[in-house]
């Protein structure tokens, strides 16, 4: 993956966990609503995996929400890249937080 | 050196005519940009985010002193108007080694923002004024200066200095 795919992956992955948590399914209920280990969903919402676009609604349905609402907004994202905060080991953690908070931000921004 | 950021910061304090405690969430809602406080738990103090229609959000972390929010939003809106093209500007990040370049070549524009904030929330005119009323001893004065300005005492007693005002502690 490049470091935008990685970014999106990342991205997806987190609001996927936390729209999950938000339905009170556990990683297993919503593989076992999938068709895939609860491995697979670890790694899906940690961002270390890619999923196609079918899957990618599969999740969206099995978690009732728009699809919509599990992207990231991706100026956000090329921003977060360009601060170089994604793209290795030493920073990938911080980085993921980082853009968390970016992204919590810009949509407390857009709501308010 | 005639210094673009100064300047920036002075003709708003003009145009507006704001005076110590300078309202600095107000003056930045002006630009039509949103402050937005959350909470972040490491060294991330501030973020500015530009819409295309050039409003935006300027991010705070919430964790950190009020008064260092209030120099992290100045600082913010300094990138704002000095700094244009950037649709994302985080501040505090710690880079890791690999990134070190590149914070390198963004640091003129931190140095920046950070002298558009000082003359924003202590503008020399008004800092200069105050001090010759308090003048009795300079630990005092910095502390009675931070108070009307509504800034920390460590950024009051660097602004002194810098303005030549007090000597180095």
Redesign the interface.
Known sequence: MDEFEVAVASAVGADIAKRRVKQELRQQDLAGVIGRSRTAVVNIEAGQQGISLAMFLRIADALECEPAELLPDQ??L???I????Q??D??LS?GR??SE??R???A???N? | MANRAIARAKQLVESKALVAPVPVEAVVNTFGLQVVRQKFDGSVSAMLYRYEDSSGVVGVNSTHHRLRQRFSIAHELGHYLLHPGRPLIVDGVRVSFRNEESSMATQPEEIEANQFAAELLMPSDQVRANSLTHFDNEAHEVQKLASIFDVSKDAMRFRLVNLGLHSVA
């Open positions: 100026s956000v090329q921003g977060l360009s601060l170089g905060i793209d290795d030493l920073s911080h937080d980082v908070w970016v919590a931000v810009v407390k921004g857009r308010g």
